[in-house]
């Protein structure tokens, strides 16, 4: 599929979504104990201060099995109180009913990307899934980077990026 084609069916489940009762988020990155509880945290705090919880459901899962039923990274949740946040999603795996159950499927990278799109039951549900560097604006960023193997400075650049692209996806569909 052609980037236009791709650009024109993300717009088009963008203003579905922007008309809709309900918004169903799932974040998804390779752990899910980093990127994707940090981000669904995150937009768990942008929808409560909009006061929109009723009408957004969000959770977050793993493409890797690892880590299924852990809290996040302590890195993660250090770094996320210094900015209030408490992240304690428990880990958990992307499951094929996910796709059923939700209207957007957000990658943190590209692998995650091509792993759920690979996932994806239906060329429906592929349309579903999204890179998160959709609501970037950053021109230097294609991909919220795995912080796994980095020091601190890789931990504040994903909370950075993610306050960024959750405040743009909120807005969109607002
Ligand atoms: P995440 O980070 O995908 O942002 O949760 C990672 C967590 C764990 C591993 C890799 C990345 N791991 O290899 O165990």
């Not at 940090?38 to 459901?57: F, L, N, Q, Y």
């Not at 992240?87 to 759920?116: A, E, K």
């Not at 609501?135 to 294609?142: A, I, V």
């Amino acid at each position: 599929m052609t980037t236009t084609s791709n650009n024109k069916k993300l717009g088009e489940l963008l203003d579905s979504l922007r008309n809709s009762d309900k918004i169903r988020v799932l974040f998804v990155c390779l752990g899910n104990i980093c990127r994707s509880p940090a981000a669904d945290g995150i937009m768990h705090a942008v929808v409560e201060r909009h006061g929109a919880e009723t009408r957004w459901e969000i959770d977050s899962a793993a493409t890797g099995g690892w880590h299924v039923g852990d809290l996040p990274d302590e890195r993660m949740r250090a770094h996320g109180r210094r900015r209030g946040y408490d992240f304690r999603h428990v880990c958990r795996q992307v499951r094929t009913s996910d796709f059923d159950n939700y209207d957007l499927i957000i990658g943190m990278d590209d692998n995650n990307v091509s792993n759920l799109r690979r996932m994806a039951p239906t060329l429906e549900d592929t349309a579903k899934v999204v890179p998160m560097a959709t609501f970037l604006d950053s021109r230097h960023y294609y991909a919220v980077p795995d912080p796994y193997y980095e020091g601190a400075e890789g931990f504040e650049l994903v909370l950075d990026l993610l306050e960024q692209g959750c405040e743009t996806l909120y807005n969109r569909l607002s």
